[in-house]
Nanobody, 119 residues
Framework: QVQLVESGGGLVQAGGSLRLSCAAS????????WGWYRQAPGKQRELVAT???????NYEDSVKTRFTISRDNAKNTVYLQMNNLKPEDTAVYYC?????????????WGQGTQVTVSS
């Protein structure tokens, strides 16, 4: 069952920009926090950015001045605006949504979208 759908990845030159989107299915309610993760070949998956239901944001240090996470509750969508992209940003990017399901917090995951930054 598809519940988070990502889009916006692609190939971009160093210094360019991309905007990733992740839309949640309508049956997912009360998302408490969104996150963006990335994984490069041979590397561990790392947390890139998060945003809470109160719009508190947090960023991995290497992207803090370049990336912006935002959300649109009406569209049940989270975005990652990526500016001044660098080759080391190349990875598969995954969105994550934390939502309460009965008595626990459940993690929903997007399918991943490839971001490739050429030098």
């Amino acid at each position: 069952q598809v519940q988070l759908v990502e889009s916006g990845g692609g190939l971009v030159q160093a210094g360019g920009s991309l905007r990733l989107s992740c839309a949640a299915s309508r049956n997912i309610f009360s998302i408490n926090a969104w996150g963006w993760y990335r994984q490069a070949p041979g590397k561990q998956r790392e947390l890139v950015a998060t945003i809470t239901s109160s719009d508190i944001t947090n960023y991995e240090d290497s992207v803090k001045t370049r990336f912006t996470i935002s959300r649109d509750n009406a569209k049940n969508t989270v975005y990652l605006q990526m500016n001044n992209l660098k080759p080391e940003d190349t990875a598969v990017y995954y969105c994550n949504a934390k939502s309460p399901v009965l008595t626990r917090m459940y993690d929903y995951w997007g399918q991943g979208t490839q971001v490739t930054v050429s030098s």
